[in-house]
């Protein structure tokens, strides 16, 4: 995956240079420009950017107001400094405002292209993978209780959004301009996507309420309404409480707290279709159209079934209290 | 041997109780309904069938329920209305299952079924 790099410099000259220079680097990356700081910020809206090299001194938006700016809405994406400036503990004072590189100009380009490739392999120190189904993938990195930043690409339409974890949780997303729940939703209705990981969490504030598998629930339900067909667009997620399946697991999530033991949902043709025989053999029997339904396969996990759903059922902890649970399904 | 499913036919809100051998034969079945409102064994066969691989089941219909259990020696099957203390009927099934076991390496459970 070529990744983005925005140089950001005032002197246009200069900026001519180093993406002349890089361009032995096409295969790593490739060289976004921007003018100022406020340009900056209004490429890094438009574009997946996965490292910022900017000048300091430059006019509108100088470059640490850009670097405040960035660990403020972008704190994933490294920032290095480059500077003509000769006063002592302006490297310091770059690097307290989070900078994760210094180099003071002039400077050899590939002495900065050195730097540059750095930063970019550890975007991917967890690994890369390629075609993977979103929601499957996620549920593991939360029960794995993983600390990590994972970029994605949406293989069908391109476009690219980051996902912050800390400790399993969702603290964060990005997709484009949004954030939070809404850019969470939007990535988990991408069907297949490319993804790197990256180990840390630079993301502080949890920003993210909702539970995994209900903005997952979410997003399947995008799906379902042909949204992600669409491209995904940026408008308002659809609420929590419109689906069956989205009500029940949400009473769950009140009911049990959180962590309530509720997994994945799974929406399989051969659940579907067993979910359907058991429904048939109950009005079979004189006891009507199945409802709710909890199974124990012997599984690491159980299963609620939820007939009106399409036959989708939800993946359980067995140490879900069973009662409670029962209580919840009737109700 | 009605003994051992006793306790469980007891239980407030319990309706019938059957046991199908590994096979999906019939071994016991008894209702506290008329025997004329009640469904064919066959029509519990197919749920049996729609259920196969659960090793244990509380499955909500309209108008009523189903608690399905392995019992290793078979499969139980325990009909009850809409409201009924399931984990009074878990409990009953931990407690004849073992029960079950010993009837199987005694003598064979078919000798000690009603057909």
Same mark, same amino acid.
């Given at each position: 995956?070529?990744?983005?790099?925005?140089?950001? &410099?005032?002197?246009?000259?200069?900026?001519?240079?180093?993406? #002349?220079?890089?361009?032995?680097?096409?295969?790593?990356? !490739?060289?976004?420009?921007?003018?100022?700081?406020?340009?900056?910020?209004? /490429?890094?809206?438009?574009?997946?950017?996965?490292?910022?090299?900017?000048?300091?001194?430059?006019?509108?938006?100088?470059?640490?107001?850009?670097?405040?700016? %960035?660990?403020?809405?972008?704190?994933?994406? $490294?920032?290095?400094?480059?500077?003509?400036?000769?006063? $002592?503990?302006? #490297?310091?004072?770059?690097? /307290? +405002?989070?900078?994760?590189?210094?180099?003071?100009? $002039?400077?050899? %380009?590939?002495?900065?292209?050195?730097?540059?490739?750095?930063?970019?392999?550890?975007?991917?120190?967890?690994?890369?993978?390629?075609?993977?189904? !979103?929601?499957?993938?996620?549920?593991?990195?939360?029960?794995?209780?993983? !600390?990590?930043?994972?970029?994605?690409?949406?293989?069908?339409?391109?476009?690219?959004?980051?996902?912050?974890?800390?400790?399993?949780?969702?603290?964060?997303?990005?997709?484009?301009?949004?954030?939070?729940?809404?850019?969470?939703?939007?990535?988990?209705?991408?069907?297949?996507?490319?993804?790197?990981?990256?180990?840390?969490?630079?993301?502080?504030?949890? /920003?993210?309420?909702?539970?995994?598998?209900?903005?997952?629930?979410?997003?399947?339900?995008?799906?379902? #309404? @042909? &949204?992600?067909?669409? +491209?995904?667009?940026?408008?308002?997620? $659809?609420?929590?409480? &419109?689906?069956?399946?989205?009500?029940?697991?949400?009473? %769950?999530?009140?009911?049990?707290?959180?962590?309530?033991?509720?997994?994945?949902?799974?929406?399989?043709?051969?659940?579907? @279709?067993?979910?359907?025989?058991?429904?048939?053999?109950? #009005?079979?029997?004189?006891? @009507?159209?199945?409802?709710?339904?909890?199974?124990? !396969?012997? &599984?690491?996990?159980?299963?609620?079934?939820?007939?009106?759903?399409?036959?989708?059922?939800?993946?359980?902890?067995?140490?879900?209290?069973?009662?409670?649970?029962?209580?919840?399904?009737?109700? | 041997?009605?003994?051992?499913?006793?306790?469980?036919?007891?239980?407030?809100?319990? *309706?019938?109780?059957?046991?199908?051998?590994?096979?999906?034969?019939?071994?016991?079945?008894?209702?506290?309904?008329?025997?004329?409102?009640?469904?064919?064994? =066959?029509?519990?066969?197919?749920?049996?069938?729609?259920?196969?691989?659960?090793?244990?089941?509380?499955?909500?219909?309209? *108008?009523?329920?189903?608690?399905? =259990?392995?019992?290793?020696?078979?499969?139980?099957?325990?009909?009850?209305?809409?409201?009924?203390?399931?984990?009074?009927?878990?409990?009953?099934?931990?407690?004849?299952?073992?029960?079950? *076991?010993?009837?199987?390496?005694? *003598?064979?459970?078919?000798?000690?079924? =009603?057909?």
């Amino acid at each position: 995956m070529v990744k983005n790099v925005l140089l950001v &410099d005032d002197d246009a000259e200069m900026l001519r240079m180093l993406q #002349e220079g890089f361009a032995v680097h096409a295969d790593a990356f !490739t060289v976004l420009t921007a003018g100022d700081g406020a340009e900056a910020l209004d /490429r890094l809206m438009r574009h997946n950017v996965s490292l910022v090299v900017t000048d300091l001194k430059m006019p509108r938006m100088d470059g640490f107001e850009l670097l405040a700016a %960035i660990m403020e809405g972008y704190p994933d994406i $490294p920032v290095i400094i480059m500077s003509g400036f000769s006063a $002592p503990g302006i #490297e310091s004072m770059a690097r /307290r +405002g989070g900078a994760v590189g210094f180099i003071a100009k $002039p400077f050899m %380009i590939d002495a900065l292209a050195q730097q540059i490739l750095l930063m970019l392999r550890k975007e991917a120190e967890g690994g890369t993978l390629h075609n993977v189904s !979103t929601g499957m993938f996620l549920q593991l990195i939360e029960m794995e209780q993983k !600390t990590c930043t994972i970029r994605l690409v949406n293989q069908a339409s391109g476009k690219t959004g980051v996902l912050f974890f800390m400790e399993g949780a969702l603290f964060d997303a990005r997709s484009g301009a949004i954030q939070g729940e809404r850019a969470a939703t939007e990535i988990f209705a991408w069907e297949h996507v490319s993804l790197s990981i990256q180990n840390g969490c630079t993301v502080r504030e949890k /920003r993210i309420r909702k539970e995994l598998n209900l903005l997952i629930l979410d997003a399947m339900r995008r799906k379902d #309404e @042909g &949204d992600a067909a669409m +491209g995904g667009g940026h408008g308002t997620a $659809p609420s929590a409480a &419109d689906s069956p399946l989205q009500r029940l697991c949400a009473r %769950i999530s009140d009911a049990l707290g959180a962590p309530c033991g509720l997994g994945d949902v799974l929406q399989s043709s051969d659940w579907n @279709g067993r979910v359907k025989r058991i429904s048939h053999c109950g #009005e079979r029997l004189n006891l @009507g159209r199945l409802t709710r339904g909890y199974v124990d !396969t012997g &599984d690491a996990r159980d299963y609620i079934l939820v007939p009106a759903e399409s036959g989708a059922v939800v993946a359980v902890s067995p140490g879900v209290p069973r009662d409670k649970l029962m209580q919840l399904l009737v109700e | 041997m009605r003994e051992v499913f006793a306790g469980l036919l007891a239980v407030d809100g319990v *309706k019938g109780v059957l046991f199908f051998s590994p096979a999906g034969d019939l071994l016991f079945e008894e209702f506290t309904i008329n025997a004329a409102t009640r469904p064919l064994v =066959r029509d519990w066969r197919a749920l049996l069938d729609a259920a196969a691989g659960f090793r244990e089941a509380e499955l909500l219909f309209e *108008k009523g329920r189903i608690y399905l =259990r392995d019992a290793g020696e078979g499969t139980l099957m325990v009909a009850t209305g809409l409201i009924a203390p399931s984990a009074m009927i878990r409990l009953n099934c931990d407690i004849l299952i073992p029960s079950l *076991k010993q009837l199987k390496s005694a *003598k064979g459970l078919r000798r000690f079924f =009603r057909r």
